[in-house]
Nanobody, 120 residues
Framework: QVQLVESGGGLVQPGGSLRLSCVAS????????MGWYRQAPGRQRELVAD???????SYKDSVKGRFTLSRDIAKNTVYLEMNSLKPEDTAVYFC??????????????WGQGTQVTVSS
């Protein structure tokens, strides 16, 4: 079993900042890719930022220059530093990963989601 536990969401005013954290734990052999998606009401889930299998990062165009993805490989943890937040960033943010379990299975996992609300 693998669990993704997110933290750091909340309510913030436009222009403010938040930092999301996601820790993967359980029967993990190695993480292949890990990052964040978000889903706003009535909209499809979309990629915000992630590390791919080569360790490179990618960002949704609308968050480039405002959001920064970082990680602690030893702790199977990713962080999303979100600055200059806008109301359109309001969504449920989900941690996501592809990883190999200790049973050599390549598996996909999602966190439970954390709400980010940007409003004055």
């Amino acid at each position: 079993q693998v669990q993704l536990v997110e933290s750091g969401g909340g309510l913030v005013q436009p222009g403010g900042s938040l930092r999301l954290s996601c820790v993967a734990s359980g029967s993990i052999f190695s993480v292949v890719a890990m990052g964040w998606y978000r889903q706003a009401p009535g909209r499809q889930r979309e990629l915000v930022a992630d590390y791919n299998s080569g360790g490179a990062t990618s960002y949704k165009d609308s968050v480039k220059g405002r959001f920064t993805l970082s990680r602690d490989i030893a702790k199977n943890t990713v962080y999303l530093e979100m600055n200059s937040l806008k109301p359109e960033d309001t969504a449920v943010y989900f941690c996501h990963t592809y990883l190999y379990t200790i049973y050599n299975h390549l598996s996909e996992y999602w966190g439970q989601g954390t709400q980010v609300t940007v409003s004055s």
